[in-house]
């Protein structure tokens, strides 16, 4: 979010219209400020990676066109992320009128309550307090589980009844979110997962902008930005929305995932960068990147796997945590500084992987969820030590294990077993891996780790595991 700089200083109604602030709606705000962050070529969207030619300028459509937003896409696709980056596009500060009574934040030119209205007939502009919203303050979400039509709707308030108020008057009324984001934004995550008749509610706002509560019609000239978000397997199965609401929504924003591992390992790198500080700092070597991004890559095209529900940014992002607290550990454990991952620490994802993923039970063949994770991480190791290889040939960089060799591999034993097995490094290996593995030993045994488990996936070598550690064999 935007930093919160100090507020304007008018206090009063008579000081804020001495100043010349001209009332806008919120989506009017937005309008203007994308088009003067368009004009000065300002980044619009902070922190999000490979959207910048797809999703971002339908978002700016939707936006220049006033329209209320569904974003529609699988989990993991950053759809909560960019809703909570819209209210940068809203005017830093804001105008309310200050009363302790008011249920919303109301535009002291256009107040639209009753209470608002009459304090605004009845008082001098000196005599009536002014206080200020920043555009932080001004966005609210609500995710569909759960949530009632009492939650972001409102309803009618048996205190105030007894204290005589008239069922049909609005000062009966508790407002819900939705009516106290009056000026501001609100997003509704999982809008199929709504009850119909809080859709209904929904519907009245998006067509109308009025409250219906227990058949009491209360209009209000709501100003507000209503966003959504969505699955695709969910909102385009029928009977899940409401065809009234699914009219409404002006824009539907289509997110994906990265186009490419490239991409994933950005957001890897921009979402975990401090992950690798601290007093015992990780080094993670680039292949280590691309095999977390490609374990991904493999799962959203396994079969096994159901595509339907997609797998999430987050499956990568847990799964680097976990790799990277697992040399964390056995930094601790040897004193090494930094720590460096190895393929064995990835023996350790089924904590991370296991409920991150949802089986296709007819492409599965009853298979567990822990063999399709071996399979997918076998899959993603062969297939980036594959690249390696076409680039810098097999012979050189297998050259070092040749005649007979037995390596044992684990994420508990300390680098200087690997060194001890590997007296020289090849000078293919410094130009493949673009790291100092004649310098470093943690380096080094995560590149030898790297080779054992590629050589084996390409069937050129045996495997043995026992007690949590491996034998390689040539």
């Known amino acids: 979010m935007n930093a919160v700089l100090a507020p304007p200083k008018s206090s009063n109604l008579r000081q804020l219209s001495e100043t010349g602030w001209q009332s806008k709606t919120v989506k009017r705000e937005m309008r203007d400020n994308l088009t003067r962050m368009l004009a000065d070529g300002q980044e619009l969207f902070p922190g999000i990676v490979g959207y910048e030619d797809s999703v971002i300028p339908e978002i700016n459509l939707a936006i220049l066109a ?39 934040h109301e535009d002291p030119h256009c107040p639209i309550t009753s209470l608002g209205k009459d304090l605004i ?16 303050e001004r966005y609210s979400e609500r995710l569909s589980p759960g949530t009632k039509f009492a939650d972001i709707i409102g309803e009618i308030d048996p205190a105030k009844l007894t204290g005589g108020v008239s069922m049909g008057a609005e000062e009966a009324l508790s407002f819900g979110l939705i009516p106290r984001m009056h000026r501001g934004i609100f997003a509704m995550n999982e809008l199929p997962e709504l009850d119909d008749l809080v859709q209904v509610g929904l519907f009245n706002i998006l067509e109308e902008r009025d409250v219906q509560i227990r058949g009491f019609p209360i209009r209000f000239d709501l100003d507000i930005a209503i966003l959504f978000s969505a699955n695709p397997a969910t909102y385009n199965r029928s009977g899940k929305v409401i065809p009234q609401l699914k009219d409404r929504i002006g824009s539907i924003i289509q997110t994906h995932y990265p186009h490419d591992r490239v991409e994933g390992i950005e957001i890897l790198r921009q979402e975990l960068a401090d992950d690798l500080d601290g007093d015992y700092p990780v080094q993670v070597p680039f292949f280590m990147y691309q095999i977390v991004e490609e374990i991904t890559a493999q799962a959203r095209h396994s079969k096994y796997i159901d595509q339907a529900s997609g797998v999430s940014a987050r499956f990568s992002l847990a799964n680097f945590r976990n790799m990277v607290a697992s040399a964390r550990q056995r930094g601790i454990l040897h004193g090494e500084k930094p720590a460096v991952p190895r393929i064995s620490d990835l023996g350790h994802l089924y904590s991370s992987a296991l409920g991150k993923l949802e089986l296709d039970l007819m492409g599965s063949h009853q298979m567990s969820e822990k063999h399709i994770i071996d399979s997918i991480v076998a899959q993603a190791i062969e297939t980036v030590f594959g690249e390696y290889v076409e680039e810098h040939g097999l012979a050189e960089i297998a050259e070092i294990f040749r005649g007979g060799v037995r390596v044992e591999v684990g994420d508990q034993l300390p680098s200087s077993q690997y060194a001890q097995r590997l007296q020289s490094v090849p000078p293919a290996w410094e130009k493949a891996f673009e790291v100092n593995a004649s310098e470093d030993q943690a380096v080094r045994a995560s590149c030898v780790e790297f080779v054992l488990a590629g050589l084996y996936a390409m069937d050129k070598i045996s495997r043995s595991t026992q007690f949590g550690k491996i034998e390689y064999e040539f």
Request: glycine share 6%; no cysteine.
């Open 121 to 136: 007939a009845r008082h001098d502009p000196e005599d009536i307090p002014i206080a200020w919203w920043h555009r932080n």
């Open 66 to 104: 006033g329209h209320d937003m569904l974003f529609l896409g699988e989990k993991g696709q950053a759809k909560s992320k960019i809703m909570r980056l819209l209210p940068r596009f809203l005017d830093p500060w804001v105008p309310y009128i200050d009363h302790p009574e008011l249920p919303v």
